[in-house]
């Protein structure tokens, strides 16, 4: 694993330590950046659609980006807060297997890094309206790139070190390493990232089958072995998680979105997408927004 984790790159998006109330009940939150939080006092709710997880005070939570989940506040609630992009060298997340909320207690180092992120990051937090129609996704994402861009070597190596090490608070977790402990064959792996990177390509099964020098049947048995998934259903995903990005972060139509990600006609990438997500792409537009 430490080799792999050399691919992997996370770009700072926001940095904060907020108080929240009642007003912090969101529903179907899906975001193409990851969150960790870290509760100092009060409680909340993250839930999904098999796990309700308690936010409470001592504790450290990631939220993997793509996952469908719902934000809620009963009374009082003050948290740290980190948004971060992730990139890897071969398109797959580290948490591609793993695409659920991890609660780990949390540890001196924890607090240290927060705070440590928000002195050498300053004015990182979200500091705007959250309604979608007030601005420009694609502009401020950007913006915010820039000011890693921006930033001296010392303070981005710096941070990137502390988000990977509050990363690495998740990963010897019980619900991290819950996944298929057989190494997975080059052959699939190379498909997946195939897949990765070329979404908008015609990727049926038989040619990916074939690709991999593999009989379809075969094929498909071992890319569901390995993956969970059977390859269609783990091909249309990847599509609506390209999607689910340029919706959040271009100002594409949705036929422009659906023709990028390989959809032969808007019908059909719609209907897609709501199978994925569970909403509609106007829907997940208008509830897509940077949520604490």
Same mark, same amino acid.
């Given at each position: 694993?430490?080799?792999?984790?050399?691919?992997?790159? &996370?770009?700072?998006?926001?940095?904060?330590?907020? +108080?929240?109330?009642?007003?912090?009940? @969101?529903?179907?939150?899906?975001?193409?950046? @990851?969150? !960790? @939080?870290?509760?100092?006092?009060?409680?909340?709710?993250?839930?999904?659609?098999?796990?309700?997880?308690?936010?409470?005070?001592?504790?450290?939570?990631?939220? /993997?980006?793509?996952?469908?989940? $719902?934000?809620?506040?009963?009374?009082?609630?003050?948290?740290?807060?980190?948004?971060?992009?992730?990139?890897?060298?071969?398109?797959?997340?580290?948490?591609? $297997?793993? #695409?659920?909320?991890?609660?780990?207690?949390?540890?001196?180092?924890?607090?240290?890094?927060?705070?440590?992120?928000?002195?050498?990051?300053?004015?990182?937090?979200?500091?705007?309206?959250?309604? /979608?129609?007030?601005?420009?996704?694609?502009? @401020?994402?950007?913006?915010? +790139?820039?000011?890693?861009?921006?930033?001296?070597?010392?303070?981005? &190596?710096?941070?990137?070190?502390?988000?990977? +090490?509050?990363?690495?608070?998740?990963?010897?977790?019980?619900? &991290?390493?819950?996944? $298929?402990?057989?190494?997975?064959?080059?052959?699939?792996?190379?498909?997946? #990232?195939? !897949?990765?990177? $070329?979404?908008?390509?015609?990727?049926?099964?038989?040619?990916?089958?074939?690709?991999?020098?593999?009989?379809?049947?075969?094929?498909?048995?071992? &890319?569901?072995?390995?993956?969970?998934? #059977?390859?269609?259903?783990? %091909?249309?995903?990847?599509?609506?998680? #390209?999607?689910?990005?340029?919706?959040?972060?271009?100002?594409?139509?949705?036929?422009?979105?659906?023709? %990028?990600?390989?959809?032969?006609?808007?019908?059909?990438?719609?209907? !897609?997408?709501?199978?994925?997500?569970?909403?509609?792409?106007?829907?997940?537009?208008?509830?897509?927004?940077? !949520?604490?």
């Amino acid at each position: 694993m430490s080799k792999r984790l050399f691919g992997y790159n &996370f770009s700072l998006l926001h940095v904060d330590h907020v +108080q929240l109330n009642e007003k912090w009940n @969101y529903t179907n939150v899906i975001s193409p950046y @990851y969150r !960790i @939080y870290y509760i100092d006092e009060g409680e909340g709710l993250v839930s999904t659609g098999q796990d309700k997880i308690k936010l409470e005070q001592g504790y450290l939570y990631i939220i /993997p980006s793509f996952t469908l989940c $719902n934000l809620f506040c009963n009374g009082y609630l003050s948290q740290y807060f980190l948004h971060f992009f992730e990139e890897s060298a071969d398109n797959i997340s580290l948490f591609e $297997n793993n #695409r659920k909320v991890i609660k780990v207690s949390a540890c001196d180092i924890d607090i240290a890094n927060f705070k440590r992120l928000q002195q050498i990051n300053p004015g990182r937090g979200i500091n705007r309206s959250d309604n /979608p129609t007030v601005y420009e996704k694609n502009t @401020y994402y950007k913006s915010y +790139q820039e000011l890693n861009n921006t930033v001296n070597d010392s303070v981005y &190596f710096e941070t990137h070190g502390i988000v990977i +090490q509050l990363i690495s608070r998740f990963l010897n977790s019980h619900r &991290f390493n819950s996944r $298929n402990p057989d190494p997975v064959p080059s052959k699939i792996l190379d498909t997946a #990232r195939y !897949i990765q990177l $070329n979404l908008k390509e015609n990727l049926t099964v038989s040619y990916l089958a074939s690709r991999a020098n593999l009989h379809q049947d075969y094929f498909s048995r071992l &890319f569901f072995r390995y993956t969970g998934q #059977r390859p269609l259903t783990y %091909v249309h995903e990847k599509r609506i998680e #390209r999607a689910q990005y340029l919706i959040a972060t271009t100002t594409l139509s949705y036929s422009e979105v659906a023709e %990028v990600t390989g959809f032969e006609n808007l019908p059909h990438f719609s209907k !897609i997408f709501k199978k994925v997500t569970s909403l509609t792409p106007g829907e997940y537009k208008k509830q897509n927004r940077l !949520i604490y």
